[in-house]
């Protein structure tokens, strides 16, 4: 009897024909991108992976980075912030014994203080590597940050899509894969992620995976959590008018939020502008 050739599931997978157009012109499966601050810092990583050994993050970063989706560990993280601490420094110590040597006769004469001229070569590069360290330490709670802000544009638009689609049909499933492909933003992102892992069993249902991303998103944009905490309750009513009344307080109750957050973020901004000013 001849011995079976052995097949990996690659190749057996390989093998499997599909028939809907959908599959035929989508092409090959491409992995997606990180953003050029995680590629910064695997690149860092792998260059110098002494300067992240044993790192940890904290709880405030771990549920940043989370949040955010970024494929980054604590020690490649830790080993940029270290590397752009150190490089920043030798560079600007370079660059400034270069002025001393080369300016600080002028430098001297010009202020009239010949003994500050150090000072006043050198800590410019001192303020130039604290503030680019500070940078690189806040990089992943800024860009949480800044997402919460972009929220306050696409919570209003998604949820509306999920209440249109749940007022012509009430299945929460439909207005999820609906909100899905006509939103926007890292919101609409989150919604086919979802759809994708429901159906790949990483959730045993999608109420499941709403009730992860809504918690995971209660700390950045609380009216999206709450909305949706509501657009779920609203499956249970017994009646069509009681559902169609709890979709529009829910879609009141986003757009008060968001316009009160926006109000905020506006007297919030009023106070630098002045000082600019």
């Not at 014994?97 to 070569?121: H, K, N, Q, R």
């Not at 609409?188 to 790949?200: N, S």
């Not at 009681?242 to 829910?250: A, G, P, Y």
């Amino acid at each position: 009897m001849p011995a079976l050739k052995p097949f990996s599931p690659g190749k057996l997978y390989s093998q499997i024909k599909v028939e809907r157009p959908a599959f035929e012109e989508a092409g090959e499966l491409e992995r997606e991108q990180d953003p050029r601050f995680v590629r910064f810092c695997k690149y860092i990583y792998t260059r110098f992976p002494g300067l992240g050994a044993g790192s940890k993050f904290t709880e405030a970063y771990a549920e940043a980075v989370g949040f955010l989706g970024w494929r980054l560990s604590a020690e490649e993280f830790n080993a940029t912030v270290k590397f752009v601490a150190i490089a920043s420094l030798a560079l600007g110590l370079l660059l400034g014994a270069g002025v001393f040597v080369f300016l600080g006769e002028f430098i001297s004469i010009l202020t009239g203080t010949p003994e500050l001229v150090f000072i006043y070569v050198f800590m410019p590069v001192i303020i130039l590597t604290l503030g680019l360290t500070k940078w690189g330490q806040k990089m992943p709670l800024n860009a949480a940050k800044d997402e919460q802000v972009r929220a306050l544009t696409y919570v209003p638009e998604m949820m509306g899509y999920m209440i249109m689609s749940m007022k012509l049909v009430p299945n929460l499933e439909k207005s999820v894969e609906f909100a899905a492909e006509h939103g926007q933003g890292k919101i609409a992102l989150e919604f086919k992620r979802m759809i994708w892992d429901v159906q790949l069993g990483v959730y045993n249902t999608l109420t499941e995976a709403l009730d992860e991303m809504a918690y995971r998103w209660g700390k950045y944009s609380s009216e999206f959590k709450e909305s949706l905490m509501m657009v779920r309750a609203s499956v249970l009513e017994n009646t069509e008018a009681k559902r169609n009344q709890l979709l529009d307080k829910t879609m009141e109750k986003v757009l008060e939020s968001v316009r009160l957050k926006m109000e905020q973020y506006a007297r919030d901004l009023s106070q630098p502008v002045t000082v600019l000013f």
